[in-house]
């Protein structure tokens, strides 16, 4: 990379030294000088090649291991890391209430990401995976508990997603699971309790399975969106509850 610019320089654009130090770490990994278990110079160095303190040095690396970007070991030093889905679920859980976004606008979300994962899944699913729904399958038509239900419903499309094979799709699919999880936790099982949904919901997700197998997007595709369809008007029904 390109000798990062110098502090002096920085601070004519009125930039804060902690936003410094932040953009020098930065580029080394948007360059790709440091990648995951890269081990990082010492802080001192660090703080001498900036021209910054050691403490700004520290309040950067503190937020970078907040952040799940750096695994600092007592002992033997700091190391790049890639573990964010906690701090980015968090931070997620914060925008969402504050802008009061409304469950259907989370859910509309996940109706294009996991479409688009049965459509990779389709081309990159192994054997293994797809027999792994088949036995989620098979255990949802033998349970009558709606909570246990309602669990294995929320493993199958995980495993689907995961067959994608697309990391971004599954990383930001757990995090809209996380906020859909927080705010509705027993969304599911009020959709399993119910007889009639529970036994279109059944048949969709063997629609789904079955299209996998066959590697038939288009039927896949329209079993997909009929689920959505039952889960969606159930969804716009307890935001109308919610909103009243």
């Known amino acids: 990379?390109?000798?990062f610019t110098d502090f002096k320089t920085y601070k004519m654009k009125n930039k804060k030294i902690y936003q410094y130090?932040?953009?020098?770490?930065?580029?080394?990994?948007?360059s790709g000088e440091l990648k995951i278990n890269d081990k990082i110079l010492p802080e001192r160095e660090i703080a001498e090649k900036l021209d910054v303190s050691r403490?700004?040095?520290?309040?950067?690396?503190?937020?970078?291991?907040?952040?799940?970007?750096?695994?600092?070991?007592?002992g033997s030093g700091n190391?790049?890391?890639?573990?964010?889905?906690?701090?980015?679920?968090?931070?997620?859980?914060?925008?969402m209430a504050l802008h009061k976004i409304e469950y259907t606008e989370?859910?509309?979300i996940r109706m294009g990401y996991e479409t688009v994962a049965l459509r990779l899944a389709i081309k990159n699913a192994t054997e293994e995976e797809i027999e792994q729904l088949h036995q989620i399958l098979i255990k949802m038509d033998e349970v009558e508990d709606p909570k246990e239900s309602g669990r294995l419903d929320m493993e199958f499309h995980n495993k689907l997603i995961a067959a994608s094979h697309n990391r971004l799709i599954v990383l930001y699919s757990?995090?809209?699971?996380?906020?859909?999880?927080?705010?509705?936790?027993?969304f599911r099982v009020r959709i399993m309790a119910d007889p009639r949904q529970a036994e279109a919901l059944r048949r969709a997700?063997?629609?789904?399975?079955?299209?996998?197998?066959?590697?038939?997007?288009?039927a896949g595709s329209f079993a997909?969106?009929?689920?959505?369809?039952?889960?969606?008007?159930?969804?716009?029904?307890l935001q109308k509850q919610l909103d009243n």
């Open 1 to 3: 990379m390109n000798e």
């Open 21 to 30: 130090v932040f953009d020098y770490f930065s580029e080394q990994i948007l």
């Open 55 to 74: 403490n700004s040095i520290r309040e950067v690396m503190h937020m970078l291991e907040i952040n799940g970007l750096l695994d600092c070991r007592q």
């Open 79 to 95: 190391y790049i890391r890639c573990e964010p889905q906690e701090y980015m679920i968090q931070f997620m859980n914060m925008v």
């Open 106 to 108: 989370v859910y509309d």
């Open 174 to 186: 757990s995090m809209i699971a996380e906020l859909m999880n927080r705010f509705i936790s027993d």
């Open 205 to 218: 997700h063997w629609n789904i399975y079955d299209s996998l197998v066959a590697k038939d997007f288009v």
């Open 224 to 237: 997909m969106q009929r689920h959505f369809d039952i889960v969606g008007e159930k969804l716009e029904y």
